[in-house]
C-alpha cells in the first residue's frame, strides 16, 4: 500500500496550543482534547516528493472495536459531519477539523491518508489519538451556558461546598471534586465503558454518546454500585470496619482512582453526598455544567402517594411493623446539570435534577433523572425522568400516627410545610450558600402553589402544622447550637392559649438518629404530670450530658428531641419534635509563604481536643486538587482533654491557580472534623543567573 519513500513524515496533532484554545489544558498538556462543534488543527508534514493530484483524506474511529468510523469530509456540509480544510505549502500542511457539535464523546482516533487520483490509499499512519468532549462554550451544543461566570463554576472549579445539618442549621463542608486531575477524564469514560448498556450492546452505546440526557442518566446509575459495576456501594449505619467510612472522604479522586485501580470493584461507602460529589466530578469532567444540590428536609416517598407515614408505637418509638417505610431525611444531596431537553415539549431547558444515590428503580435500575426543575415547579410529572419522585422529595406531606396496641393508626399530626425547605446549592460568587427554593417550588400559600399542587394531585388542607386548635395549649421546643462533647439545655415550653387552668401529661425523649431519621437508640425520657395557667407558658427542662448522649449517637452525632402532650378527656394530642446537629471543633491549616508549582511548600494543621476524655489513633487525612495526591499524617500517642496537637508535612503544588487544601481528622471518639486553607499557586519564573 505505501511508496517505499514515506509521503506522510509526521502527524503533530498540536495538544497545547489545542487544549489551551479548548479549556482542557487542565485535564493533559500532552494529549490532545478538545471539544465539540470547535475547530482544532493539526499539522501533516509531508515530503516534497508528492505525486501529483494526490491529497490527503482524513477517517476516524470511535469505541474499543472501532464501532463507529467516520470519513471526514474535505468541505463543509449541511453541519451534522465532521469536515476539514487545508493550508500551506507542498512540504507542511494545516489540517483544521471541524466536528459537528451534536457527535459523540469520547477517544478517537485519527486515520491520516494519501490518496491517489483514482482514490487507491497510497500511505496510511493511523495510531493518533485524541478526547472529545461535550462543549457548553459552544451555542449550538445542548449543553450551551451563555454565561462565562457560570461556566466558571460549573465546569472549570475543581472545589465545591457541600450543605448539610438540617434546615435551621446548615452547616457546609468543602468537597474536592478534582475533575481535571491525573486520569480522572479516563476513568470517566472507563465508567461509561462497563455500564450495562455499554457491555450489552457497544455500537448503540456509542451511538447514544452524543446524548447528554443518555450520558447523565448512565452516570447517575454509574454512580451507584447497586446494577451494575458501578463505583460506590452505600450504607447508611455503622460498622464500615470493611471499607472507609462515608464521612471521612473529603473529594472525589480517590474514590473514582480506588474503583479502577481494582478493576471496576465497588469502593466502601458512600451516602447521598457522595454520591453526588463524584456524580458532579465525572459531569463536569465530561463537560456538562453541574452543581451539587442539598434539599433539607428532603422526603423519601415509596408508595407515590405524596405523603411520608411516620408510624410510632406508644411509647412514641419508631414503629417496628415495616422496614420498607416512608422516611423523611434532615437533608438530601442530588445534582443538577444544565441541558436542552430537545426530548421535552418546549420549557424545559436548563437545570436538570439527577439522583446517583440508590432509593428507587428509574426503568428497572437504581437512578433518578434527568428530571427538569421547571417541571417539578409547575407540577407537570408527566414528564420523563422520574418527576413524580423528586416532586415528594420536596412537596410531600408528612403525617404522624401512633399505632395502638389493637393495631388502630391514630393520627397525631399532620405537616404540610417542612419537606422541601432551603434548598441549596454553592453560590459562583464565593464559597456561601446560594438558595435555590424558589426554583422549585412557588412562595408557600401563594395561589400558584396551590395550583401546582391541585395539578400534582396533592390534596391541601388547613391543618396547623403541630400547633394545637385555638383555646388549647400550645407546644415547642427551644435548644442552643450545641458544641459535640458538651452538655446543654433543651427548653419544652407549653403555652396556654385558652381562658382556663390545664392539666396534662407531658411525655419527654431525647434519641440518637442518623440524617435519614433511622434511630439509634435513646439517650433519656421523661414524662411529667403539670398544670398550665391560663395565659401563661410552663416550661421545662432536659439536661443533655456529653457522657449519655456519646453513648449512643451515630456518626452524624444528630440527637432528635420529641415532645408529647396528652389532656384528660381530649381527644387530640399535641405532638412536636425537633432534630439538633451537635457542631463539630475544626481544624485549623497554615501554609506559609508563596507557593510556586513544583516547589516545596509547608502545611502546618492543629487540632485541639475539645472532650473531656483522651482521643486515641488520631490521623490527618490531606488532599487538594492541583497539590496533591491524598496524604495521612498519623498523630503519635493519645490526644489528652484541651491538649493541641500541631503536625506539618511538605508538599510540591502541581497546577497555578486558586486551590484548596482540605484536611479531615479521626479518631477513636472524635471523627470526621474538617479543615480547610484557600491558597494561591503562582508559576515557576526563570532564575537568572549572575557569573
Known amino acids: 500500500m505505501a511508496n517505499h519513500n514515506d509521503v506522510i513524515l509526521d502527524v503533530d496533532l498540536r495538544s497545547h496550543e489545542n487544549n489551551l484554545a479548548h479549556r482542557t489544558r487542565e485535564i493533559d498538556r500532552e494529549r490532545l482534547i478538545v471539544r465539540r462543534g470547535q475547530p482544532f488543527s493539526i499539522t501533516v508534514q509531508c515530503s516534497d516528493s ?51 457539535p451534536d457527535t459523540a464523546i469520547g477517544q478517537y482516533r485519527l486515520a491520516v491518508l494519501m490518496m491517489s487520483p483514482e482514490g487507491q490509499i497510497m500511505e496510511k499512519t493511523e495510531n493518533h489519538k485524541f478526547h472529545l468532549l461535550f462543549n457548553p462554550w459552544c451555542k449550538d451544543d445542548v449543553v450551551y451556558l451563555p454565561d462565562e461566570s457560570l461556566l466558571q463554576e460549573y465546569i472549570m472549579n475543581e472545589d465545591g461546598m457541600i450543605y448539610m445539618g438540617t434546615w435551621d442549621f446548615i452547616n457546609s463542608r468543602p468537597w474536592n471534586f478534582g475533575q481535571f486531575e491525573d486520569y480522572v477524564m479516563d476513568i470517566c469514560f472507563e465508567m461509561l465503558d462497563n455500564s450495562n448498556a455499554a457491555l450489552n450492546n457497544p455500537h448503540m452505546d456509542i451511538e447514544q454518546r452524543s446524548d447528554p440526557v443518555y450520558i447523565s442518566r448512565t452516570i447517575t446509575a454509574m454512580v451507584n454500585s447497586n446494577d451494575d459495576r458501578g463505583v460506590l456501594a452505600g450504607r447508611w449505619e455503622e460498622p464500615y470496619y470493611d471499607g472507609v467510612a462515608p464521612n471521612r472522604w473529603t473529594g472525589s479522586v480517590p474514590i473514582l482512582r480506588q474503583w479502577s485501580k481494582h478493576g471496576a470493584r465497588k469502593v466502601k461507602y458512600g451516602q447521598c453526598w457522595v454520591f453526588a460529589g463524584v456524580a458532579c466530578t465525572v459531569l463536569r469532567c465530561l463537560g456538562i455544567p453541574t452543581r451539587l444540590i442539598t434539599n433539607f428536609s428532603s422526603a423519601h416517598d415509596v408508595d407515590g402517594n405524596l405523603s411520608i407515614d411516620v408510624l410510632f408505637n406508644e411509647r412514641l418509638e419508631t414503629f417496628e411493623g415495616s422496614d420498607r417505610r416512608d422516611s423523611s431525611w434532615n437533608f438530601h444531596c442530588w445534582v443538577e446539570a444544565w441541558i436542552r431537553r430537545d426530548d421535552l415539549p418546549k420549557g424545559y431547558d436548563g437545570w436538570q435534577v439527577l439522583d446517583p444515590t440508590p432509593q428507587e428503580r428509574s426503568d428497572g435500575v437504581f437512578r433518578c433523572g434527568p428530571c427538569p426543575v421547571k417541571a417539578i415547579r409547575e407540577g407537570h410529572l408527566g414528564l420523563k425522568y422520574d418527576a413524580p419522585f423528586v416532586f415528594a422529595e420536596v412537596n410531600a406531606d ?124 435513646e439517650c433519656q425520657r421523661r414524662t411529667a404530670s403539670i398544670t398550665v395557667a391560663a395565659d401563661k407558658v410552663h416550661r421545662e427542662v432536659l439536661r443533655l450530658r456529653y457522657d449519655e448522649y456519646a453513648e449512643c449517637v451515630s456518626e452524624h452525632n444528630l440527637i432528635r428531641v420529641i415532645a408529647f402532650i396528652e389532656v384528660p378527656g381530649e381527644n387530640e394530642p399535641i405532638l412536636t419534635m425537633t432534630t439538633i446537629p451537635l457542631s463539630m471543633p475544626e481544624v485549623h491549616v497554615q501554609v506559609h509563604g508563596k507557593l510556586i508549582v513544583g516547589e516545596p511548600a509547608t502545611a502546618y494543621i492543629s487540632f485541639t481536643n475539645p472532650l473531656p476524655v483522651p482521643l486515641k489513633g488520631g490521623l490527618f487525612t490531606v488532599e487538594g486538587a492541583g497539590l496533591l495526591s491524598t496524604t495521612q499524617v498519623q498523630v503519635l500517642g493519645s490526644v489528652a482533654p484541651g491538649q493541641k496537637v500541631a503536625v506539618k508535612f511538605s508538599f510540591s503544588p502541581m497546577r497555578t491557580g486558586v486551590r484548596k487544601l482540605l484536611v479531615d481528622f479521626d479518631s477513636d471518639r472524635l471523627k470526621d472534623v474538617k479543615g480547610v486553607a484557600t491558597v494561591v499557586v503562582r508559576k515557576r519564573y526563570g532564575r537568572i543567573m549572575f557569573m
Not at 482524513?58 to 487545508?86: C, M, N, P
Not at 452538655?487 to 401529661?505: L, P, R
Open 50 to 100: 508528492l505525486p501529483p493530484k494526490h491529497h490527503l483524506a482524513l477517517v476516524l474511529h470511535l469505541g474499543k472495536r472501532d464501532q463507529v468510523v467516520i470519513k471526514v469530509q474535505t468541505e463543509r456540509g449541511a453541519g451534522d459531519k465532521w469536515w476539514f480544510s487545508q493550508q500551506g505549502a507542498q512540504g507542511e500542511k494545516l489540517l483544521t477539523l471541524h466536528s459537528p
Open 398 to 521: 408528612i403525617i404522624h400516627w401512633i399505632v395502638q396496641q389493637d393495631g388502630q393508626r391514630r393520627q397525631i399530626r399532620v405537616d404540610q410545610r417542612s419537606v422541601g425547605r432551603n434548598i441549596s446549592t454553592k453560590s459562583v460568587y464565593g464559597d456561601h450558600r446560594e438558595d435555590v427554593t424558589v426554583h422549585y417550588k412557588y412562595p408557600e400559600g401563594s395561589k400558584m402553589e396551590r395550583e401546582v399542587y391541585e395539578r400534582a394531585g396533592r390534596r391541601v388542607t388547613d391543618t396547623t402544622d403541630g400547633m394545637a386548635k385555638p383555646g388549647q395549649l400550645q407546644l415547642s421546643i427551644k435548644h442552643p447550637k450545641p458544641v459535640f462533647g458538651t452538655d446543654f439545655d433543651v427548653i419544652i415550653e407549653v403555652k396556654n392559649v385558652g381562658g382556663q387552668d390545664s392539666h396534662a401529661q407531658l411525655t419527654m425523649l431525647s434519641k440518637a438518629v442518623t440524617y435519614t431519621s433511622v434511630h439509634r437508640g
